[in-house]
């Protein structure tokens, strides 16, 4: 396995960089690739910054240049079900891309000419990672949904849980990483800790929690997946 291990920021990464064995640094493509070896793992670790275009270059980049096996997306996310509170941990099974609708062309939300609308993550990657975070935190498994925007209005959250009720939580990242990974045929899993109810106070939560919880879980989980 060479694995590589994509956030947007670098809060949602912090620790890991630090833990990498013999580290060396590639830049390319306005990112910083850095391989390693992480707990006994051939690992590459890369910040994409925030949204689906930046996280799909990174992810290709990811497999094409430097050669990774499995992708790995960790990071923080707004709640999208009134089960799922800050601090826990959603561990995606599919993502669906929320903002995409090529209707009436296509049916709203689906990817044309894959026929997919959503993503299934890798089953045994998917296994082990929500196995690492369950020892440090309360774990969720089901739908994500990525966008190219911050939700940051409890009718935003609502309108879009009206649309996708099994939703558990909102990135902008999750599901464009998982296309990239379906058309290359790389298995990947994407990590998500709760940092804001995607409401109206998700902006002040967002900026408090990226600094506290997020940054130790990530590591956590990580070494744990390692060590599994
Ligand atoms: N990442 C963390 N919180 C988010 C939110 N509320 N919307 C989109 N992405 C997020």
């Not at 079900?81 to 959603?90: F, H, P, S, T």
């Not at 049916?107 to 690492?132: Q, W």
């Not at 849980?161 to 909102?170: E, G, I, R, T």
Request: glycine share 8%.
């Amino acid at each position: 396995m060479r694995l590589g291990i994509i956030s947007a920021l670098a809060e949602e990464q912090h620790g890991l960089l630090e833990a990498l064995q013999s580290p060396s640094r590639h830049f390319y493509g306005m990112r910083e690739y850095t391989t390693g070896k992480l707990w006994e793992i051939d690992a590459v670790c890369v910040l994409s910054r925030i949204g689906k275009v930046a996280a799909a270059m990174t992810a290709a980049i990811l497999v094409e240049k430097f050669g990774v096996t499995h992708i790995i997306f960790t990071g923080v996310a707004g709640s999208g079900d009134k089960n799922v509170n800050v601090g826990d941990i959603v561990v995606a099974d599919t993502l669906i891309q929320h903002d995409f609708d090529a209707s009436p062309l296509f049916p709203r939300f689906e990817i044309p000419l894959t026929g997919l609308s959503s993503f299934a993550t890798d089953v045994a990657l998917t296994e082990r990672l929500a196995g690492a975070a369950r020892q440090v935190t309360r774990v969720h498994r089901g739908l994500i949904a990525s966008g190219d925007q911050f939700i940051g209005k409890l009718t935003q959250i609502q309108a879009m849980k009206a649309d996708l009720p099994d939703l558990l939580a909102v990135e902008m990242e999750g599901a464009a990483v998982a296309q990239v990974c379906f058309e290359l045929g790389i298995p990947f899993a994407v990590i998500r800790t709760i940092s804001d109810n995607a409401n109206d106070d998700a902006a002040v939560d967002f900026m408090h929690f990226i600094k506290t919880v997020a940054s130790r879980y990530a590591f956590d989980v990580i070494h744990n997946f390692c060590k599994a």
